[in-house]
């Protein structure tokens, strides 16, 4: 009886290991707001989590210090019904690549664009994304940076109406999003293939 028990813990701690970071996903694309809104709409994409990542500083704020950090969003999803693969290049056409100083109306460090890679394969599929769109627009240069992913650090607490903004605050978002120019320059860039 007891060997049964650590057969089947044997199995759960194997099949967690293997699916270990396997189901996440990390991009820097400006207003996080826009990004989690973009996802969601992905099928096979489970959740999409709004907060910081790549600086060195603990427990970025919004409203306070978050220095070095980018506006990034945390995505699980089915590997099984969506890909990575295919989450890049849901990621490229809701993108401006070509923006050095931010994302649309969003200027500054925080709002630049990147993809957080937590592996050598995933580095790989995001280095053969971005040379597909650096060839698809030889006349423009693709800034968005692979890097390695860090700790991802939520919104949350006092600031936790970041989450889930576009469903909860419906006609600002839609407001901002239009002001911002966003869906405007996404379609110039990408024309059909842009899906917002």
Known sequence: MKSKWVFILLAIFLSCASNAGADKAIFAGGCFWCM??????????????????GGTLKNPTYKGNHEGHYEAVEI??????????????????????????????????????????????????AEQSKRKVQEQFPDKTVVTPILNTS?????????????????NNPIRYKAYRWNCGRDKRLKEIWGDKAKH
Not at 94 to 105: E, L, M, S, V
Not at 151 to 167: A, L, M
């Open 36 to 53: 989690e809104s973009d996802f969601e709409k992905l099928e096979g994409v489970t959740d999409v989590i709004s907060g910081f990542t």
């Open 76 to 125: 699980t999803y089915d590997p099984d019904e969506v890909s990575y693969k295919e989450l890049l290049e849901h990621y490229w056409v809701n993108i401006d690549p070509f923006d050095a100083k931010g994302q649309f109306c969003d200027k500054g460090p925080s709002y630049l664009s990147a993809i957080f890679v937590a592996n050598e394969t995933e580095k790989k599929l």
């Open 151 to 167: 700790i991802f650090y939520p919104i949350k607490g006092n600031e936790s109406y970041h989450q889930d903004y576009y469903k």
